[in-house]
């Protein structure tokens, strides 16, 4: 009998803390807000308060998502949590959050790819259900907490990251028209030091030295080509479509990572799709890095923009560089 995966719930969850682009104005006295309405769409983001922590924003997505599955944690054999801000070095983040759930059939452990990091794990855990038959039902969740690591004065980084936490469960289903179709990873590891957090592991580890020249924080090095997520995601679509004998725009909806609506609008055209299939968030909440491609298909699913029966595909892209693509039949 066929196996496969299913999504068959989502959920979302930000910190009540909205931060709008007039704040910036304010900081950084200089007009902010005009550029990132205009190039990136931001108005504003939600940051963390002093006393959140990723895995409190995991925990808050978790539950919704358990609420809309109809299931009680105990029925999940797997949390898989995709974050490159995690609570702790070591263990993983996955770890606390089956804790706090009191999930004590599922195991845990945590991607790290970056922003491509959620739909990494969407994979990983799709893989896990059609081979094993101990998996059944897994949760995947994309949290990102990068406020806690914003250098208040790096215009290029405090205005556009944000935080929250979104994910979906997916099942096993034996239905051979639904469920996940194909999924691709690739690396452009050469970008490998160009942006991300360089402090705090064992190659800087943290030092008084370090924290005075706020290595520890986000920071981006080098300015990436502009073109590299259209032209690179474009390919990505392109061959998934080949291999699968299908047109772009076959696929109902698309869900990108959420930076530059501008890459986002590139590479539709470069398909020859109608923008109105690619979902965007990111007016409202900023950058959320792993989570912002599960929080725009919660968003979606819950205006019924996507529904049973339709084909969607997620994109991410992220520090490293890392790409990542799958496509599901809903």
Known sequence: MIRNAQIVASGMYVPERVIPNSYFNELLDEDVDTWLVENLS???RRWCNENQSTADLC????????KDGKIFAEEL???IISTDTPEYISPSTASVVQFRLNAVNAGTFDVNTACAGFVTALDIASKYIKADKKYNKILVIGAYAMSKYLNMQDKKTVTLFADGAAGVLLSVTNNENEGFITSSLHTEGQYCDWMGIYAGGTHKPITQKVIEEK??????????????????WTKMIEDACKELNIKPDNIDKYFFTQLNINSIWETLDNLGVDRSKGHTIMQNYGYTGSACIPMAFDDARKKGLVKKGDTVLFIGSGGGLAFALSIFKL
């Open 42 to 44: 931001i108005k504003e």
């Open 59 to 66: 925990v808050a997505a978790a539950n919704e998502i358990l």
């Open 77 to 79: 054999d797997l949390i």
């Open 215 to 232: 290595d520890h924080l986000l920071k981006f090095v080098k300015k990436f080509p502009k073109e590299i997520n259209p032209t690179t």
